[in-house]
T-cell receptor, first 112, second 114 residues
Framework: KQEVTQIPAALSVPEGENLVLNCSFTDSAIYNLQWFRQDPGKGLTSLLLIQSSQREQTSGRLNASLDKSSGRSTLYIAASQPGDSATYLCAVGWGGSYIPTFGRGTSLIVHP | NAGVTQTPKFRVLKTGQSMTLLCAQDMNHEYMYWYRQDPGMGLRLIHYSVGEGTTAKGEVPDGYNVSRLKKQNFLLGLESAAPSQTSVYFC?????????????FGQGTRLTVV
């Protein structure tokens, strides 16, 4: 069974820290990987999409990398702010299906 | 550009009642999905569709039916609601004819079955 795992499940950091969220997957034959943000009681907002042929994508203070051979992706958040507090979800689409399979997320709290 | 719109946003049902959740997307996406999100369980796929007139089962399809009569709409039905179906339901769409596979989500429907 194809699975997606996110570590850690929860993270609390002081404002200003650079931090890394991890996502691992069991099958390297992926088509794409997408990072989402979810605020409490809200829907999912797409942050970054990495195609299987790419190694990283950047948007502002966010950088996502992909290493298919090791089955890992990382989301790097630079200079974290309290407004970054949310749950971050990783979703993997495997070859041909495009159906996102989700990890359980990392709940991030950035305190002032 | 509305993206993905879900109706209704909240609903309380009694056990045994039926209801239909509506998902509409205006991005001309081929694929549409219904997920449920429960504490500690993450997002689980209920049913999905790879095009107008097609549907397929996901990870947790029991107790649900779907239809996709028009490309832009994907309906999720509960024929006889059970308390175990209390959850937050999310609709999503992806895969444009141009090959963009980014997935977009609706704001969710919070369903309580009493």
């Amino acid at each position: 069974k194809q699975e997606v795992t996110q570590i850690p499940a929860a993270l609390s950091v002081p404002e200003g820290e650079n931090l890394v969220l991890n996502c691992s997957f069991t099958d390297s034959a992926i088509y794409n990987l997408q990072w989402f943000r979810q605020d409490p009681g809200k829907g999912l907002t797409s942050l970054l999409l990495i195609q299987s042929s790419q190694r990283e994508q950047t948007s502002g203070r966010l950088n996502a990398s992909l290493d298919k051979s090791s089955g890992r992706s990382t989301l790097y958040i630079a200079a974290s702010q309290p407004g970054d507090s949310a749950t971050y979800l990783c979703a993997v689409g495997w070859g041909g299906s495009y159906i996102p399979t989700f990890g359980r997320g990392t709940s991030l709290i950035v305190h002032p | 550009n509305a993206g993905v719109t879900q109706t209704p946003k909240f609903r309380v049902l009694k056990t045994g009642q039926s209801m239909t959740l509506l998902c509409a997307q205006d991005m001309n996406h081929e694929y549409m999905y219904w997920y449920r999100q429960d504490p500690g369980m993450g997002l689980r796929l209920i049913h999905y569709s790879v095009g107008e007139g097609t549907t397929a089962k996901g990870e947790v399809p029991d107790g649900y039916n779907v239809s996709r009569l028009k490309k832009q709409n994907f309906l999720l039905g509960l024929e006889s609601a059970a308390p175990s179906q209390t959850s937050v339901y999310f609709c999503a769409s992806s895969y444009s004819p141009q090959g963009n596979t980014e997935a977009f989500f609706g704001q969710g429907t919070r369903l309580t079955v009493v």
